[in-house]
């Protein structure tokens, strides 16, 4: 099959910055249509981009956009988009759960507010955009245009040393893994993919250089995870599903050796790496 995402159109959380407009640009440079769900609508001096910034990019690559601001713990809001996006393009094709909120505290430096933040976006948000797209999602199976989900989440590695220091965060990502664990077998049988993608290494965001001491020039380009979720996302829906991919490993797989370009300083060995990976 040729590889392309032309035409296809592609709903992804959180893309007003960071790894979520990096896919998006990837998948604009086919041609694809992005629906962007996010709540930045107003520029925030300490994360840069918003929803409608992000459009402007989206298109300046060769895609087009429909930006909608959404919280998606709101199920109603989710519904909303999604009538907007099949209004706009004629429906969904695929879905990136990229939106996340992280906390990487110890248990009694962790308000409630801020666990329920981190299981409303993670874990609801991912359940909620997943249930409120797969009427579309079905209708793309059965026109044969590969639909997909992609949960940006780790595989599920249930060791300790994984939990104790965060553990209401390891949970709430793990609960995005568990719901592509689950529903790659529900969705199996009507020819829906559903994958997880995850870096090994720390990757450079603007919400990365919120936590203090983290170097950016030890870590990796957003990109790397745009490129490794297009190679995903053009995959056969029907034997590429139930997976848990590292980005460094599948672009290798696919003949991409050269991953020097992703780095913030080309030439670096020794990145940060990233949580959850063995």
């Known amino acids: 099959m040729t590889r392309s995402l032309q035409g296809k159109t592609l709903v992804i959380t959180g893309a007003s ?35 409608f910034s992000a459009a402007e990019e989206i298109e300046a690559a060769g895609g087009q956009a429909l930006p909608v601001p959404t919280d998606i713990r709101d199920e109603a809001a989710v519904a909303t988009a999604v009538q907007a996006a099949v209004a706009r393009f004629g429906g969904i094709d695929i ?58 989440s780790p595989p599920l590695s249930m060791r300790e040393h994984w939990f104790k220091g965060h553990v209401a965060y390891t949970m709430a990502k793990y609960g995005m893994s568990e719901c592509t664990l689950g529903h790659a077998g529900e969705f199996r049988p009507l020819g829906i993919a559903v994958n997880s993608l995850w870096p090994r290494t720390a990757i450079a965001t603007a919400a990365l250089q919120m936590i203090p001491g983290v170097d950016l020039n030890l870590c990796r380009k957003p990109e790397i995870l745009a490129d490794a979720a297009w190679w995903i996302l053009t995959s056969e829906a029907k034997s590429t599903t139930g997976q848990f991919f590292i980005d460094d490993e599948l672009l290798q797989k696919h003949g991409v050796h050269d991953l020097d370009k ?13 949580f959850f990976v063995d």
């Open 95 to 152: 879905l990136v759960n990229n939106a996340s909120a992280i906390s990487l505290t110890p248990t009694p430096a962790t308000p409630m507010k801020r666990f329920d933040l981190m299981f409303g976006v993670n874990v609801r948000g991912t359940y909620c955009c997943t249930q409120a797209c797969l009427p579309e999602l079905i209708k793309s199976a059965k026109a044969g245009r590969n639909p997909h989900v992609l949960n940006m």
């Open 17 to 51: 910055r960071g790894i979520g407009l990096a896919i998006a640009k990837r998948a604009a440079a086919d041609g694809a249509n992005i629906v962007i769900l996010a709540k930045t609508t107003e520029p925030n001096p300490k994360l840069p981009g918003t929803l």
């Open 262 to 274: 992703y780095a913030m300083v080309p030439g670096t060995k020794n990145f940060i790496p990233d």
